[in-house]
């Protein structure tokens, strides 16, 4: 099975900031990666599909890259909306999370 | 409105049984794989089964193979998972979720998303 890990697991930042979250698999899986946004007590949010593709109605400041093992959402400009916890997903798995706080 | 409402969660004593459901309206719920994710206190997202339209194929984390069974009922717009032999880690919030599966090469992600049902497993 393939894993996915997400560095870093915890991160600071401060509106305005720009975030760069990344996602590696441990087998090559070509764009086969979702990222979603989840704030507590909410159900989680598409943000990305396709590694790349932003979802319908999702801020132009979210983007997503990458390919084969190694995938990166980056945030060109923390909003204060955007703290919450981030997470990657392939089908069947989803990587560990990397929560965006306050600086 | 495209919308999904899970129900079924509550208290159960290890070993016993739970059958959660979730229904499905504002969309061909016939035309969509549908899958369950969990979340237990504190940690993060967990994939834990989807099923293919028809339900032709299923698919289970290794964690609760033999133990949930996943199932739909397109006429009903339904989609439902028979937990058994439950444990304490089954403990979690249960979300079901339209998934748009893969296709061409691209994995399209899960879009629509239920608020969720709180299972927990406990004497």
Known sequence: DIQLTQSPSFLSASVGDRVTITCRASQGMSSYLAWYQQKPGKAPKLLIYAASTLQSGVPSRFSGSGSGTEFTLTISSLQPEDFATYYCQRPGTFGGGTKVEIK | ?123
């Open chain 2, 1 to 123: 409105e495209v919308q999904l409402v899970e129900s079924g969660g509550g208290l159960v004593q290890p070993g016993g049984s739970l059958r959660l459901s979730c229904a499905a309206s504002g969309f061909t719920f016939s035309s969509y794989w549908m899958s369950w994710v969990r979340q237990a206190p504190g940690r993060g997202l967990e994939w834990v089964a989807n099923m293919k339209q028809d339900g032709s194929e299923k698919h289970y984390v290794d964690s609760v193979k033999g133990r949930f069974t996943i199932s739909r009922d397109n006429a009903e717009k339904s989609l439902y998972l028979q937990m058994n032999s439950l444990r304490a880690e089954d403990t979690a919030v249960y979300y079901c979720a339209r998934d748009l599966g893969t296709r061409d090469g691209y994995y399209y992600g899960m879009d629509v998303w239920g608020q969720g049902t709180t299972v927990t497993v406990s004497s």
